[in-house]
């Protein structure tokens, strides 16, 4: 299995352009969730699905922020508009709720810049 | 709500020493999971180990091994024969064990100690 993907790694935009981050979890995972990471902050975790419904989004800091996952094997995070102080790394992790440990699978991240 | 707080942002061992990093929670359940995760600067990561809190016994793989106190909620990672590799930022993490629905899966994390590796 290539694991968790995401998509692009590095993404450098201007403030108020619109960001789309792409998650592809593992397949046959069934609960998907979206981190953002920051030096000042840690890991947060923004919003997470089970079965593409979404669960809990209050960890989505405001309104700029949407989350979708249309189907199992695909996910995206959007801003718009995007400001300066979106800048992280947005990580995505998988899941399956099956097994003794549940461990949570992680993709690379994407690095985000906003000027 | 569960916090984890990791109070050393930074340490330091020699290379092939052993280093010892802290971790403690706050939870009220008496079910849950603890795990270690590494963060190498590629930034992917990586599970080191995991620990049920129902088992005594301390959890290893192969030169990490756990210090797990439940009563006193503590959850220390033991690296040992430290090699360069070893450089990264660790990070404590919980997980409740106890089934509340799509809830149950989420994890906590510290803020993280960055280990550094000294040849």
């Known amino acids: 299995d290539a694991g968790v993907i995401q998509s692009p790694r590095h993404e450098v935009t201007e403030m108020g352009q619109e960001v789309t981050l792409r998650c592809k979890p593992i397949?046959?995972?069934?609960?998907l969730f979206w981190y953002r990471q920051t030096m000042m902050r840690g890991l947060e975790l923004l919003i997470y699905f089970n079965n593409n419904v979404p669960i809990d989004d209050s960890g989505m800091p405001e309104d700029r922020f949407s989350a979708k996952m249309p189907n199992a094997s695909f996910s995206t995070l959007k801003i718009q508009p995007s400001e300066p102080r979106d800048s992280a790394v947005y990580f995505c992790?998988?899941?399956?709720?099956?097994?003794?440990?549940?461990?949570?699978?992680f993709g690379p991240g994407t690095r985000l810049t906003v000027l | 709500a569960q916090t984890v707080t990791q109070s050393q942002p930074e340490m330091s061992v020699q290379e092939a020493e052993t280093v010892t990093l802290s971790c403690t929670y706050d939870t009220s359940e008496s079910d849950y999971y603890l795990f270690w995760y590494k963060q190498p600067p590629s930034r992917q990561m990586i599970l080191v180990i995991r620990?049920?809190?129902?088992?005594?016994q301390n959890a290893t793989e192969n030169r990490f091994s756990v210090n797990f106190q439940k009563a006193a909620k503590s959850f220390s990672l033991k690296i040992s024969d430290s090699q360069l590799g070893d450089a990264a930022m660790y990070f404590c993490?919980?997980?409740?064990?106890?089934?509340?629905?799509?809830?149950?899966?989420?994890?906590?994390f510290g803020k993280g100690t960055k280990l550094s590796v000294i040849p």
């Open positions: 992790a998988s899941i399956s709720r099956f097994g003794t440990y549940n461990e949570q699978f």
């Open positions: 620990q049920e809190a129902y088992k005594q």
């Open positions: 993490a919980y997980r409740s064990a106890e089934y509340s629905g799509a809830g149950s899966y989420q994890l906590t």
């Open positions: 397949s046959g995972h069934n609960s």
